[in-house]
Every structure is written in C-alpha cells, then in structure tokens.
C-alpha cells in the first residue's frame, strides 16, 4: 500500500483521479505541487480557486504546496504586492511552511540554462523590434518568417548573451528566442522570446539584472528546480504546454506534468488583473481592498469569511474545460450558511424615523432580554434598553398603505421585537409635509412581545432606544456592475458605462444598538431584517465602528436549488 494516504471523504475531480493513479503506479515518492503567482496586483476569489486546489491536493494526499512568486517583471512589481499576497493566502487558511521561494532565487541558474540551449544549437539572439517579431511571427493560418539572425554561430550567440546579460543594450535592442519552428500550427512553438533586455529595478535582486526571463521559460524550469510533480495551471495555459515540454526536454532535466483546468467566472464579477487595475487607477474604487473588489482583500474588507470562500470553491468544483459560469449568488449563499450559525443578531435602524409612546412614563427605562443567534445555544444573550422614545425605519410607516402592508399606519398596531404592542394615533409633519415623527401609544400588557388578549398582529418591527442609540455609518454595497458578464467589455469606456451607480450608499445618520459602540474589527453581526455587516478594517476608528453590508437575507440561490 503507498505511504500517500487518501483522505476519508475524496473529492471526486479529474486532476484527483490523476493523482491517485499516480500513486498507486508509483510514480512518485511525494506529491508536490506549486501556487506560483505574480506579485503585480492583489490576488482575486479567481485566485482562491486555485490556491484552494493546489494546497488542497498537496493537503489531501500528503504532499506539500510551495508558495512562489513569478517576479520576473520589475517594471510592475512591489514588495507591497508581494506581502499582500502573503497575508491573503494565509487569511484563506494555507500555509506553505518554509517553502516560499522567488523566480529571481533561479536566475543565475536560468540564465545557465539559457546558454546550455545556445550551445545546443536551440535559442539564438534576435534583432528584431518587438513589433517586427509579431510581423514575422505569422498568423493561425499564415506560417512566419524565420528571423534574420536565426542561423548565427553559437560563439556569435554566446558572445552577444553575455553581452546582453552585463547591460550593454538598451531596453528592446535584443532578445534571446528559442530556435523551434516558425511553421509551427502552434504560435507559441514559433521562436518564442525567452529572455528580454529591461533596465530596471528589481525589489528584490536591485540592479544586478538588466536581463528578464520570460514567464513560458522561468515556469518550467522553476517547477524543475523545486520538483513539483503536477503542475496545475488555468486553460488559457493549454496551448503553452508543448513549450513547456519542448524546454525541460531539450535541457534534459526533472519534468513535471502540466495539467490545465477551468478558470474561475462569476456573474457581475470581472478578474482581469488589468481590469481590477484601472478600477483603481480611475478611481471608480477607492483601492484594491475596495468591499466592492473581487480581490481577497476586499472581500475580507466587506466581511466574507475564508471558510465560505472555500466553500463556494469546493461548490464550483473542478472541470477539465470552460464551463458555465458560477453564480454570485452560490457565494452570498455560502456565506450566509456559515453566517447564520455564527453572526449576533441585534438590532439597527438604518434610516431613521422618531417615535414618541405618549403614554409610557417620561424617563422610565426598561431592559429586555434579547437572544444573540437562535441557531446557537450557546451564544448567550443581552439586554436591550427600552424608553419613552424611540427610532423605527422609515419603511416600515406609510401613511396610506396598500393592502398586505403589515407595518405601521394610522390606526394600526404592531409588535416591537422583545418589547411591546404599539399604535400609531398621530403622525407629526414639517412645512414640507414629510413625516418626522409618530406617536403612538403602547399596551402595558404586551410586555416582551406577548399577546395579552389573543388579538393577532402581523407586524414585528425592530427598533432602538434614542436616548440610548449609538450613531454609527453604514456602507450599503451592491455589485459593482449591473451586467451580468462585465468582462465582455470591448473597451474601458463600455465598461464604465456598465458601472453600477448604486454599488456603494453611505449612511451616515444611522441608530445603532448601544452594545454596537465596542464593536471591533472582525465582529459580524445580522441587522435584524436588513442582512449580514462587518466592521470596516480600515476606517473605524475605537468607539466608532463603521459598519460594511457584506450580504442580505435574500437568499436567490436557496430558493433555485430549492425549485431544481
């Protein structure tokens, strides 16, 4: 029997069923797999997918999942990027240990490679502007042209790689190509680019290098280096695999397996990196931990746990091709399932309407006694204050109501979650002839919600005391974009216009329960009747939290596997 353990409950997906075949042939002594991404912008929930796959698979067969970063761009890399992405995979929940490792730890090593393929007579220095090796580089039904200097001498070659590698060109005066075939049906088989002249500073080997690896070439090798035996990447990396194979045969070295999955889509929700990119430099966000982003970081922003991310991951699944798109709701629904057992319930007002109970005693105060989460016995409860004055939401009062409409009118009775029976007898105006106030009297015998005499009411409204309601801002967040596939766009101008503008609605003036002013960062809470909220990590301040929506009580998803 292999020393691989299986886990109890296997996942059934076409990269684990390679996997366990490659175990019972023998075919390694460990698993190893990689989550190699590129410190240029924050990782997004597309991310989460395969983070979740890569250090699931090494968890789940006893294996180990490096961490490595893809810096082979200084132009667009920061150390900012690179410890965004360390905090983000470790808030999801994995650790890579002491495995963290850079490209740029290999580049010594890489450019040897390099001159072991000039000497093997497969890459050669190009003259070429960029824009003339795509000239030369044909068309999916037109082969290319063979570069000029295709056919120098290896000692010419080696001469001007050196030369490249100590800074004697400027930027895009040479490159190094692989020497494989420009009739090739494959583009990426036609000479690619594998190294590039770019003087610039590197955040982490400074101004050694003026002389880049391009990412089909580090890639492979890099996996070589670490020994990793299945390296799983997204589809769009399909047609690079024979680039990948042609490198590690031609140097003769450790080859690992490319496997290609299905990328991670979601409605409403974009993750070009490009894209989430101009989002911020236009500023139609305010930064990439924006809770309107899709990155980790702005989920973890608007409130989103790690465990409902990867449940929503484990849900979408994993498939061999392109597929249908994941629904935003199937998220929302994943995190409501865990937020439902676990958020304190209270109450929050959040546009706010004064009532005065003309019959309850001027300064009298009462405490009720409030469940914090039904769905958990042993959450506990508090006490909420009660008084002559309170705030009800502005919605549930219409003065002349249709029929159905359960709330409070003229004349009508509802219930206040754990107090009383109220009736609204008179409704106060200002010059304007907006409502300002109510008042209304309350039934002594209904205390804690009772029903004193049997009569029956509809309405249960919740409240805050206003001598005793904190005032607190809350940001309502919606999709960011009202069309179902933004990433359709065919410009960055149609994209704006798809741009929700009601993704972000600030509340300033909202009623708070007192409890709510030692709200930390990291507290979830439910507003009764309103949704699921966060304290926002980046604006609160000690005793004046601001409070993120991360999700409603609409449950859509629910209700579609409910009818399926």
Not at 88 to 104: M, Q, Y
Not at 166 to 182: N, Q, Y
Not at 494 to 503: A, G
């Amino acid at each position: 029997m292999s020393k691989l353990t299986t886990p109890r409950q296997e996942k059934q997906d076409f990269i684990r069923q390679i996997v366990r075949q490659d175990i019972a042939s023998g075919k390694h002594a460990a698993i190893r797999t990689r989550f190699p991404p590129e410190p240029n912008g924050y990782l997004h929930i597309g991310h989460a997918k395969a983070i979740c796959l890569n250090f699931g698979i090494a968890r789940d067969y006893s294996g180990k999942c490096n961490l490595r970063f893809d810096d082979t761009n200084p132009a667009k890399e920061e150390q900012e990027y690179v410890d965004g992405i360390i905090e983000d995979i470790r808030w999801l929940g994995f650790d890579w240990e002491d495995r963290l490792f850079f490209a740029s730890d290999y580049f010594d090593r890489l450019y040897e490679y390099a001159v072991q393929l000039i000497k093997l007579g497969k890459a050669y220095v190009c003259d070429l502007t960029a824009d003339e090796i795509r000239e030369y580089r044909g068309t999916l039904t037109e082969p290319g042209k063979e570069s000029p200097d295709r056919n120098r001498s290896v000692e010419e070659n080696l001469d001007l790689f050196e030369r490249m590698r100590h800074g004697e060109f400027p930027d895009g005066a040479r490159t190094l190509r692989a020497k494989i075939d420009m009739a090739s049906g494959n583009l990426n088989m036609r000479d690619p680019v594998m190294y590039r002249i770019k003087h610039a500073h590197h955040h982490r080997t400074g101004d050694e290098w003026c002389l880049y690896p391009m990412y089909d070439y580090t890639h492979c090798v890099s996996d070589s280096i670490e020994r990793i035996t299945h390296s799983l990447c997204s589809m769009e990396f399909d047609d690079h695999r024979p680039l990948y194979d042609w490198f590690l045969e031609q140097l003769g070295v450790y080859h690992p397996q490319q496997i290609e999955f299905a990328r991670l889509d979601i409605t409403y929700t974009i993750m070009s990196k490009r894209k989430l990119s101009w989002l911020v430099s236009e500023q139609i966000v305010s930064d990439w931990d924006d809770p309107r982003m899709p990155t980790l970081a702005g989920l973890r922003r608007r409130g989103y746990t790690p465990r409902s991310i990867r449940l929503f991951c484990d849900k979408v699944g994993v498939a061999r091709r392109r597929g249908s798109v994941a629904d935003i709701a199937l998220l929302d629904y994943c995190l409501r399932e865990e937020l439902n057992a676990t958020a304190t319930r209270v109450m929050a007002v959040l546009r706010p309407l004064k009532v005065v109970i003309t019959n309850y005693p001027d300064g009298r105060v009462e405490h009720f006694e409030a469940v914090n989460n039904p769905e958990d016995g042993s959450a506990g409860t508090r006490t909420v204050p009660f008084s002559r004055e309170i705030f009800i939401e502005q919605s549930d009062f219409m003065e002349n109501p249709p029929k159905k409409f359960f709330r409070l009118a003229p004349g009508a009775e509802v219930r206040l979650k754990h107090a009383y029976f109220i009736k609204c007898n008179e409704v106060i105006k200002d010059s304007l002839g907006e409502v300002t106030e109510l008042h209304c009297t309350y039934d002594p015998a209904s205390r804690g919600g009772a029903s004193p005499d049997g009569r029956q009411v509809k309405g249960t409204l919740h409240w805050v005391s206003a001598a005793h309601a904190i005032d607190a801002e809350v940001r309502m967040y919606d999709n960011l974009f009202t069309a179902e596939d933004p990433g359709a766009a065919k410009s960055d101008e149609e994209l704006r216009s798809w741009v929700n503008p009601q993704s972000l609605e600030v509340l300033p003036g909202c009623k708070l329960e007192p409890c709510l002013a030692q709200a930390r960062v990291g507290d979830r809470f439910q507003f009764l009747r309103h949704g699921y909220y966060f304290v926002d990590s980046r604006d609160s301040a000690e005793g004046r939290p601001i409070f993120n929506r991360t999700v409603g009580l609409r449950d859509t998803w629910a209700k579609i596997a409910n009818n399926t």
